[in-house]
């Protein structure tokens, strides 16, 4: 899953936190983790929520492929359980948390918002997350929801065994173009 991985971690944390607003370090780890996809945070917010919670909400969200690793990167999941969950994720943040996590997922900085970032159709919006091995390409993924109105599409394109980094960019862009053709 690589970063991608974040996504369920966002969740799960939220759902902890469903009752009470967020801490200010709570904002302080969820931020960097899902924006610019800060490895530490990450591993921070793991800590937090514990591997009871992740297994929780891969069970509610219907993952049936999803395997929990404690190198939270190297948890498994597949596209399909991938596509639904981002699908559905409003479903499994609670209510008081979403717009963050909205905002969040919509506001991953420039540098990270290629592949399926590069080729949304005008007037969809975009909430993203990508997951890579360390720009060597052994793994660039992709997990997407686009809205427009009450227009929604979700993407989860995994790849993997890329020569590098770039064409694993490439690639992915190229499936979201092709995945996207006339949405516009």
Known sequence: MASTFKVTLLASLLRKRS?????RRDRQLLAPMIRRSDNVAATTVRDMVGPRRIHRLARVAGMRDFQYNPVWGLS???PRDEVRFMYH????IPGRHRALARYLLSHVIRSQRWGIGRVVPRGWKLFLKGGWGSGTGLVDHQVALLKRGRKRVALAIF??????HAYGKQTLRGIASRLLLGLG
Do not use: A, I, M
């Open 159 to 164: 790849t993997q065994f890329n020569p590098d």
């Open 19 to 23: 009752d009470h607003p967020l801490s």
């Open 89 to 92: 994720l409003q479903r499994y």
């Open 76 to 78: 498994r999941s597949s």
